[in-house]
């Protein structure tokens, strides 16, 4: 089991940057996929990006890609997701998730894959 604490949310104006942090409690947080989702009001949960165990690999939905970047630290149980060149649309709830499938799937873009949420970061992107 891990317990997930997300941090760095906030008021940005668009054009922006921002990185969120999520720290980790628990040993085998290295042998998780771990996941940033976001959730904006009247909307479903939607996936951000994904990595790896190693963190040699990623995965970004589309509308994020080239502008957010995710990685992880295994040494400080920490996983990152740095966003620029934010958009008023980015304006959501971020939330961190670990998977204990142990592998990225294509299943990886589904809230449905993580059993471990953090209580969400509140993002807003003024225009």
């Known amino acids: 089991q891990v317990q997930l604490v997300e941090s760095g949310g906030g008021l940005v104006q668009a054009g922006g940057s921002l990185r969120l942090s999520c720290a980790a409690a628990?040993?085998?947080?290295?042998?998780?996929?771990m996941g940033w989702f976001r959730q904006a009001p009247g909307k479903e949960r939607e996936f951000v990006a994904a990595?790896?165990?190693?963190?040699?690999?990623?995965y970004y939905a589309d509308s994020v890609q080239g502008r957010f970047t995710i990685s992880r630290d295994n040494a400080k149980n920490t996983v990152y997701l740095q966003m620029n060149s934010l958009k008023p649309q980015a304006t959501a709830v971020y939330y961190c998730?670990?998977?204990?499938?142990?592998?990225?799937?294509?299943?990886?873009?589904?809230?449905?894959?993580?059993?471990?949420w953090g209580q969400g970061t509140q993002v807003t992107v003024s225009s």
């Open positions: 998730a670990a998977d204990p499938g142990g592998y990225y799937t294509p299943a990886s873009r589904s809230r449905y894959a993580y059993a471990y």
């Open positions: 628990g040993r085998t947080f290295s042998s998780y996929v």
């Open positions: 990595v790896s165990k190693s963190g040699r690999s990623t």
